[in-house]
């Protein structure tokens, strides 16, 4: 069993940034990737970006590539999501994720085991 905790999130101007965390606690002696996914109310969990679980491997949802970095800090059992040159389209509740069975970090929702109770992410003026 692992527990993710997300914080970060709020209320950001367009253009702004937010750092999101992903804290796991619980099994993280095993190696196991990370996803971050995000929703809004009447549509599907979506994809934003995944991290393996050394850090050396990441992709990206290509709505957010170029603005979004994911990283991680095993020492700290985190991993996160920095947001840049966010817009009202980025407005979701955003979900962290683990996979202990794909450690590389998958895309597909369905195939992560564990999820975190997520944090709200608002781009407003």
């Known amino acids: 069993q692992v527990q993710l905790v997300e914080s970060g999130g709020g209320l950001v101007q367009p253009g702004g940034s937010l750092k999101l965390s992903c804290a796991a606690s619980?099994?993280?002696?095993?190696?196991?990737?990370v996803g971050w996914f995000r929703q809004v109310p009447g549509k599907e969990r979506e994809f934003v970006a995944a991290?393996?679980?050394?850090?050396?491997?990441?992709h990206y949802a290509t709505p957010v590539r170029g603005r979004f970095s994911i990283s991680r800090d095993n020492t700290k059992n985190t991993v996160y999501l920095q947001m840049n040159s966010l817009q009202p389209e980025d407005t979701a509740t955003y979900y962290c994720?683990?996979?202990?069975?794909?450690?590389?970090?998958?895309?597909?929702?369905?195939?992560?085991?564990?999820w975190g109770q997520g944090t709200q992410v608002t781009v407003s003026s």
């Open positions: 994720a683990a996979d202990f069975l794909r450690p590389y970090g998958s895309s597909l929702a369905h195939e992560y085991e564990y």
């Open positions: 619980g099994r993280t002696d095993a190696s196991f990737g």
């Open positions: 991290i393996n679980w050394s850090g050396g491997n990441y």
